[in-house]
């Protein structure tokens, strides 16, 4: 069971990324995809998750500014990030739900400069 992530980097202010996360191993099916996130000296937080049907949620302060998404055929999630600011600077994990439980990514840096 592996889920690899890339796409993290470093981006002005007002910019954008793309992380990618791809999962592969006996784990199917995948229930929810999603991506939390670590800033130093927080506490890993929700980001936005999507359902196996599509359906997504997003923290209220990544709403309007990013998008999740995924695709059920490649076991991929991916999270558009656009208007990133410095708060968004942060460590961002790749999280999956299956039968028996979460499964993390290693975490792709996402750094905001201002």
């Known amino acids: 069971v592996q889920l690899v992530e890339s796409g993290g980097g470093l981006v002005q202010a007002g910019g954008s990324l793309r992380l990618s996360c791809a999962a592969s191993?006996?784990?199917?099916?995948?229930?929810?995809m999603g991506w939390y996130r670590q800033a130093p000296g927080n506490q890993r937080e929700l980001v936005a998750i999507?359902?196996?049907?599509?359906?997504?949620n997003y923290a209220d302060s990544v709403k309007g500014r990013f998008t999740i998404s995924r695709d059920n055929a490649k076991n991929t999630v991916h999270l558009q990030m656009n208007s990133l600011k410095p708060e968004d600077t942060a460590v961002y994990y790749c999280?999956?739900?299956?039968?028996?439980?979460?499964?993390w990514g290693q975490g792709t840096q996402v750094t905001v400069s201002s």
């Open positions: 999280y999956i739900h299956v039968q028996g439980g979460g499964l």
């Open positions: 191993g006996s784990i199917f099916p995948i229930n929810v």
């Open positions: 999507i359902t196996r049907g599509g359906i997504p």
